[in-house]
Structures are given as structure tokens and as C-alpha cells.
């Protein structure tokens, strides 16, 4: 196996490391890296913790190749499977976990698929229109841009890449798919460009970008996986375990910010002192808000320049039983907190929380 193809520089490794190791660091740890990619941050973690076992996933056959050669010292440390990452608990399964300790999701396209022009994500460079990042299987961009009806075309660019000008956009499309097939990125990025009002074009960027991501989220259904496997990872975080998730686009860090939220909020009656058990967050929040690149950060990787990291720890649920069955044993009085003398009592679902801020 050669050089991988493509620059590798994993993002905010060191912010990713800090927060994940009170984690790793835990008796036989189990860390998932659920978008390996080429192997950055998961060879950090096998080196710098020479305890832990690392399950990767990644659905690109390339990139699993590349990060086996790269992660071959670690023997069976190492399990990477190819994956989608909300096929997490199906790995679990068959590998005989029951539950990981830490995890890591680096969302979007890869270095390996954004730099090579085969892959059809770059909208810089001419390529057949593909945009898989598992090329074994399923529908190719080529595919969605010439057979999708016009009313779907326009409901995928407003939906996965937020483009007001999506009826111009697929206009122009159906137009030229009439004459003949679109297959490469450059001419569908130059039929984005003519179909964009030229005010329009001037600010912003590539006007090809918003195009290109809707298409590639619609071609790897990654909104779709995305929303199972944020709460199957949650699901599979032992006690004081933690996962940290880094996404590129409002689309990904909104799915991420509800479930992280809804799970670090309490369900129980709000004029009672403690939880009842059953009843409190499960999650603990340890970033406030989404946390940006320092500007050393982007200066070294400017593809970290639009991340947004957010990072959370698992209660343990037990150990907040047993602290009510100490405070409150059976058969005493629950005291109640007064709420006509300045008490608050806890904080009401939905409220703000510790932790949590604008994003």
C-alpha cells in the first residue's frame, strides 16, 4: 500500500484528545471512531493509549484500506469494519461489546474524497459525477441529477443544501438533461453558475457549493444516518463514558445539538430538590454551546475553519440512584423546595442549562 491519496490533517486533534480522555483512560476502554477516514485521529488514540481498543467504521473502501496499512502496528487493538456509522449497534454485536467508553464523529467528506478529483465531490475540478463515498454501492450523483423528478430536484437543494435558487437551478437542469445526459461536475457546476443571477454570484463562495452538498448528502442519505447514530452511540456510552462530535453545516449540527440537549435535560416534577430516579439527564454537557477552531488551529488546517464541536459525557444513572436512596431513604418525607420565597427549585424542561449556549 502506497501513500494515501489526498492531505490528511486531523481536525482539532488535541481539543478532541483533552475531552475525550477522562474516557480513555477508563479500565478497558473502547474507543469508536465513526468516521475514520484516513486514520488520523484513531492512530493518536492507539498511541497515546496503549490500553485501549479501537473499533473504526468508515463506508469508503479506499479510506479502510489506506487506514488498515496505517494502523497495522496495533494489531488487534485495532477492529475497523466497514460501516455506516449508524450500524454501530450491528458491529457491537458481532464483535461481542456490550458498551463503548468513548467515541468520535468527524462529519462531512473526507480528505481522501474531497482532494481527488474521481470522487466527484470537488466542484473545483472536472470528474465523472459520482459523490458515493462507498463506491461498492447504491445511487450516483449522475443518477439523482438525471432522473429525479424536477419537484424533488428542487426539495433536495433546498432541503440538504438550504439554495434559494433552486427552481432556477433544476430549470436549467431539466433543460440541459433534455439535450443530453449530465455526467461530469465541471459542467454541472458552470450550469449552476449560469443559472444563479449574477448579484447573486458575487458574494458567497463557489455558487456551485450549496448544489454539490445537497447532492452528495442526498446520494450517501447522511442526514438520514446521521439521526440513528447519534443516539445509537449515546445509547452504547457506558457510565462516564463520552463522545465528541464535529460537524461542518448547520444541516449535521442541528440533528446533533437536539439529541445531545433532549438527553441532558431532567423529566421529572420541577419542585423537587434532586432527581427521582429515572427521571434526570443522562448526559452531561462539556462544551457550552457549539466550540469553534482557535484561529492557530485554522491557520494550520483551514478545512477546520468552519468546524463546530460539541462534546458530552454519560451520567452515571446508578451512582444518581443511589444518592436519592441515601438523601431520601424509604419511608421519609421528600422535602420540597419552596417556590414562594425565592426558591427556584431545578431548572424546568426546555429551560437553559448549565452548559449549554448559543450555538
Same mark, same amino acid.
Given at each position: 500500500?502506497?501513500?494515501?491519496?489526498g492531505?490528511?490533517?486531523?481536525?482539532?486533534?488535541?481539543r478532541?484528545?483533552?475531552?475525550? $480522555?477522562? *474516557? +480513555?483512560?477508563l479500565?478497558g476502554?473502547?474507543?469508536?471512531d465513526?468516521?475514520?477516514?484516513?486514520g488520523?485521529?484513531?492512530?493518536?488514540?492507539?498511541e497515546?493509549?496503549?490500553?485501549?481498543?479501537?473499533i473504526g467504521? $468508515? #463506508?469508503?473502501?479506499?479510506a479502510?484500506?489506506?487506514?488498515?496499512?496505517r494502523?497495522?502496528?496495533?494489531? $488487534?487493538?485495532?477492529?475497523?469494519?466497514?460501516?455506516?456509522?449508524?450500524e454501530?449497534?450491528?458491529?457491537? !454485536?458481532? +464483535?461481542? /461489546?456490550?458498551?463503548?467508553?468513548?467515541?468520535l464523529?468527524? +462529519?462531512?467528506?473526507?480528505?481522501?474524497q474531497? &482532494?481527488?478529483?474521481?470522487r466527484?465531490?470537488?466542484?473545483?475540478q472536472d470528474a465523472?459525477?459520482?459523490m458515493?463515498m462507498?463506491q461498492?454501492?447504491?445511487?450516483?450523483a449522475?443518477?439523482?441529477?438525471?432522473?429525479? !423528478?424536477?419537484?424533488?430536484l428542487?426539495?433536495?437543494?433546498?432541503?440538504?443544501?438550504?439554495?434559494?435558487? *433552486?427552481?432556477? /437551478?433544476?430549470?436549467?437542469?431539466? #433543460?440541459?438533461? *433534455?439535450?443530453?445526459?449530465?455526467?461530469?461536475?465541471?459542467?454541472?457546476?458552470? +450550469?449552476?453558475k449560469?443559472?444563479?443571477?449574477?448579484?447573486?454570484?458575487?458574494?458567497?463562495?463557489?455558487?456551485?457549493?450549496?448544489?454539490?452538498?445537497?447532492? %452528495?448528502?442526498?446520494?450517501? %442519505? !447522511?442526514?438520514e444516518?446521521?439521526?440513528?447514530?447519534?443516539?445509537?452511540?449515546?445509547? *452504547?456510552?457506558?457510565?462516564?463514558?463520552?463522545?465528541?462530535?464535529m460537524?461542518?453545516?448547520?444541516?449535521?449540527?442541528r440533528?446533533?445539538?437536539?439529541?445531545?440537549?433532549?438527553? =441532558?435535560?431532567?423529566?421529572?416534577p420541577v &419542585?423537587?430538590?434532586?432527581?427521582?430516579?429515572?427521571?434526570?439527564? =443522562?448526559?452531561?454537557?462539556?462544551?457550552r454551546?457549539?466550540?469553534?477552531?482557535?484561529?492557530a488551529?485554522v491557520?494550520?488546517?483551514? %478545512?477546520a475553519? =468552519?468546524?463546530?464541536?460539541r462534546?458530552v459525557?454519560?451520567?452515571?444513572?446508578?451512582?444518581?440512584a443511589?444518592?436519592?436512596?441515601?438523601?431520601?431513604?424509604?419511608? #421519609?418525607?421528600?422535602?420540597r423546595? =419552596?417556590?414562594?420565597?425565592g426558591?427556584?427549585? #431545578?431548572?424546568?424542561?426546555?429551560?437553559?442549562?448549565?452548559?449549554?449556549?448559543?450555538?
Amino acid at each position: 500500500m502506497g501513500e494515501p491519496r489526498g492531505t490528511h490533517v486531523p481536525v482539532l486533534l488535541e481539543r478532541c484528545l483533552e475531552l475525550l $480522555d477522562p *474516557a +480513555l483512560t477508563l479500565p478497558g476502554a473502547v474507543h469508536v471512531d465513526f468516521t475514520l477516514g484516513l486514520g488520523g485521529h484513531a492512530e493518536a488514540v492507539l498511541e497515546r493509549y496503549p490500553d485501549v481498543v479501537l473499533i473504526g467504521l $468508515d #463506508r469508503d473502501t479506499e479510506a479502510l484500506a489506506h487506514s488498515r496499512h496505517r494502523l497495522l502496528r496495533f494489531g $488487534d487493538r485495532a477492529h475497523l469494519v466497514h460501516a455506516v456509522y449508524d450500524e454501530l449497534p450491528r458491529v457491537l !454485536e458481532e +464483535l461481542g /461489546i456490550p458498551a463503548i467508553h468513548s467515541g468520535l464523529f468527524d +462529519l462531512g467528506v473526507s480528505s481522501l474524497q474531497l &482532494d481527488e478529483a474521481d470522487r466527484g465531490f470537488a466542484y473545483a475540478q472536472d470528474a465523472p459525477l459520482d459523490m458515493r463515498m462507498d463506491q461498492s454501492r447504491g445511487m450516483t450523483a449522475e443518477e439523482v441529477v438525471n432522473t429525479y !423528478e424536477p419537484g424533488d430536484l428542487v426539495r433536495v437543494l433546498r432541503q440538504y443544501g438550504e439554495e434559494k435558487f *433552486a427552481p432556477r /437551478i433544476v430549470s436549467s437542469l431539466v #433543460r440541459e438533461r *433534455a439535450k443530453g445526459r449530465i455526467t461530469s461536475t465541471a459542467r454541472l457546476a458552470e +450550469l449552476v453558475k449560469d443559472a444563479i443571477p449574477a448579484a447573486a454570484r458575487r458574494t458567497g463562495g463557489n455558487p456551485a457549493k450549496r448544489t454539490f452538498q445537497a447532492l %452528495r448528502i442526498e446520494v450517501n %442519505r !447522511e442526514l438520514e444516518a446521521l439521526e440513528g447514530a447519534v443516539p445509537a452511540a449515546l445509547d *452504547a456510552l457506558a457510565p462516564h463514558g463520552r463522545l465528541v462530535v464535529m460537524s461542518y453545516q448547520s444541516l449535521e449540527d442541528r440533528i446533533v445539538k437536539r439529541e445531545l440537549a433532549a438527553r =441532558s435535560r431532567s423529566t421529572g416534577p420541577v &419542585d423537587l430538590p434532586v432527581e427521582l430516579p429515572g427521571t434526570g439527564p =443522562s448526559l452531561r454537557l462539556l462544551t457550552r454551546g457549539s466550540e469553534p477552531p482557535s484561529e492557530a488551529e485554522v491557520a494550520a488546517n483551514p %478545512r477546520a475553519a =468552519s468546524v463546530k464541536l460539541r462534546a458530552v459525557e454519560r451520567i452515571d444513572e446508578q451512582e444518581q440512584a443511589n444518592k436519592f436512596e441515601k438523601a431520601f431513604g424509604a419511608g #421519609r418525607e421528600r422535602p420540597r423546595m =419552596s417556590t414562594t420565597r425565592g426558591g427556584r427549585g #431545578r431548572i424546568r424542561p426546555g429551560a437553559k442549562v448549565e452548559g449549554e449556549g448559543r450555538a
